[in-house]
């Protein structure tokens, strides 16, 4: 813990000097898995804080640093045969960037987004003071503080809850062969108290899958397991897609619990396609495999952000009411036509929150409802000033249907109409009390500035001009992916499955 307290030390020092000097400032984490476009001012560098400081077999918990990726977090608790209970499917996402952001995954029908599993947050205070926020002390910092984006302070220290792992999961799917049908099957496989995990895929309008997970140590007699890691595995859509394709009953197989946490990780669930759409390339099982190393999530966002291509991509997940989820993929479908498009239930986090929610509450009066999220991943227009409006227009659906986005996205929302969706004088009291002011807003951090961007562009010379040119910003994009080096840590990773 010298460690830790020393860079805490140095953090919070950092941030008095920010505060007495009257300076605003940003948090550099050192990883992002946001697609805004961002940009480095003023910064208190927290990247040192990348470790796993213990599992505690007795109370299950770990203590976790921000920058911790869920890969070494779960390669950490699971060799004492535990697991954290929302597991973000993506490897590089941090314990931190799922606290502050919002982290809402195949298990969050049960238990919640990733903030409601952590017990408290140590806390570096806008004005260099460090503190402790938890559900028994500073409740309103450690409740605003999930989803606010860094907005109110600096986290440094996380205490995680912990359940026991199996060596498996059971997976199941079932295929559904209209939107209705796959609204309704999600909807009822929450309520088997059985699951653990459950999420679903729509490849098309008359063709999806609900998959629904339960941990188990049992394998039974002569059945197979199916993992997803190595260059030679499948893609878990491409394997999902292809094992149902004609099926008329549910199919079941086994899979390796780590390797089910990160099944998305190979193609970035269906994104890394695009890649091979840009640059017109073969798209096959020899092809993956031999480009295996680019197509990992790490690598994945490294040249979506390097070659320029997030500015006209759609990478949004919207949080919808059940009954309005069919209209809204109709309205997607006709608007944007992407697929495949990825169903997670989510359970809601109590008002007010920055978190997506909506005040709709089941028979008893009291519980929220739970919404159904939508990943909507795919190519937008090319025009800029037309993927805006395309934008601006999902955003307007979104609201009309009840529903909001996750805010790491592309957000466009004018600052009167965004905080129209949240408890403004909440969270403006929120920043007052904790010397908040000298960092971002969650509107300053999580809007696209269009006139910046716009005139960045036309700043930036013949660079940002060739990065706009194909094929050149994609392989500008694919050169600065190689040079992250990032590559190696899914070749290292200790959480796949050893094949004899």
Do not use: C
């Given at each position: 813990?010298?460690?830790?307290?020393?860079?805490?030390?140095?953090?919070?020092?950092?941030?008095?000097?920010?505060?007495?000097?009257?300076?605003?400032?940003?948090?550099?984490?050192?990883?992002?898995?946001?697609?805004?476009?961002?940009?480095?001012?003023?910064?208190?560098?927290?990247?040192?804080?990348?470790?796993?400081?213990s599992v505690d077999t007795k109370t299950k918990t770990a203590l976790v640093e921000p920058n911790v990726p869920m890969d070494r977090l779960v390669e950490a608790t699971i060799k004492h045969g535990l697991v954290p209970p929302v597991v973000m499917e993506f490897p590089g996402i941090t314990a931190g960037g799922g606290f502050a952001g919002t982290g809402g995954e195949s298990s969050s029908f049960?238990?919640?987004?990733?903030?409601?599993?952590?017990?408290?947050?140590?806390?570096?205070?806008?004005?260099?003071?460090?503190?402790?926020a938890s559900e028994k002390e500073n409740t309103d910092l450690f409740h605003g503080a999930s989803g606010a984006v860094g907005s109110l302070g600096i986290t440094t220290l996380l205490e995680l809850q912990l359940i026991q792992a199996k060596k498996f999961v059971e997976a199941t799917y079932h295929p559904v062969r209209s939107i209705a049908e796959a609204v309704a099957k999600v909807k009822e496989e929450t309520l088997n108290l059985d699951h653990d995990y459950?999420?679903?895929?729509l490849f098309s309008k008359d063709h999806g899958v609900i998959v629904t997970g339960r941990m188990t140590d049992s394998l039974p007699p002569s059945s197979p397991t199916q993992c997803f890691s190595a260059p030679g595995d499948p893609w878990f859509y491409l394997h999902v897609r292809d094992r149902t394709l004609s099926a008329t009953t549910p199919i079941t197989e086994y899979i390796p619990l780590a390797e089910y946490l990160f099944r998305y990780d190979r193609g970035g669930f269906w994104v890394g396609r695009s890649a091979f759409s840009y640059f017109s390339f073969p798209f096959?099982?020899?092809?993956?495999?031999?480009?295996?190393?680019?197509?990992?999530?790490?690598?994945?966002?490294?040249?979506?952000?390097?070659?320029?291509?997030?500015?006209?991509?759609?990478?949004?997940?919207?949080?919808?009411?059940?009954?309005?989820?069919?209209k809204f993929i109709d309205y997607t479908t006709s608007s944007f036509n992407i697929w495949p498009l990825w169903l997670c239930p989510l359970r809601q986090s109590r008002l007010p929150?920055?978190?997506?929610?909506?005040?709709?509450?089941?028979?008893?009066?009291?519980?929220?409802?739970?919404?159904l999220n939508v990943g909507l991943w795919g190519f937008g227009p090319s025009d800029s000033d037309t993927f805006v409006a395309k934008n601006r227009e999902l955003e307007a659906q979104l609201k009309e249907l009840g529903g909001m986005k996750w805010l790491y996205a592309h957000t466009y929302y004018p600052e009167t109409e965004f905080w129209e969706m949240f408890d403004k004088k909440w969270y403006e009291g929120l920043r007052t009390k904790y010397h908040a002011e000298r960092l971002p807003s969650v509107w300053h951090k999580v809007r696209v500035d269009e006139e910046a961007q716009r005139k960045a562009e036309e700043e930036g010379g013949w660079g940002a001009w060739a990065l706009r040119q194909w094929p050149l910003g994609g392989l500008w994009g694919i050169r600065k992916a190689i040079q992250s080096r990032e590559y190696l840590i899914a070749r290292s990773s200790t959480w796949k499955e050893r094949r004899e």
């Open positions: 813990m010298k460690h830790h307290k020393d860079v805490v030390s140095h953090i919070a020092s950092s941030v008095s000097q920010y505060f007495k000097r009257r300076e605003p400032f940003r948090i550099f984490h050192g990883s992002t898995n946001s697609t805004r476009p961002g940009g480095r001012q003023n910064t208190v560098d927290i990247s040192a804080l990348s470790r796993v400081l049960k238990y919640g987004y990733f903030n409601e599993t952590v017990n408290s947050i140590e806390v570096v205070l806008g004005n260099g003071n460090i503190v402790t459950v999420d679903g895929i096959n099982k020899l092809t993956r495999w031999f480009l295996d190393d680019f197509l990992h999530t790490r690598m994945l966002y490294k040249a979506l952000h390097a070659s320029g291509q997030s500015r006209n991509y759609v990478v949004q997940d919207l949080a919808i009411p059940y009954p309005a989820v069919e929150t920055l978190h997506p929610h909506n005040p709709a509450t089941e028979i008893d009066n009291k519980t929220l409802a739970p919404l």
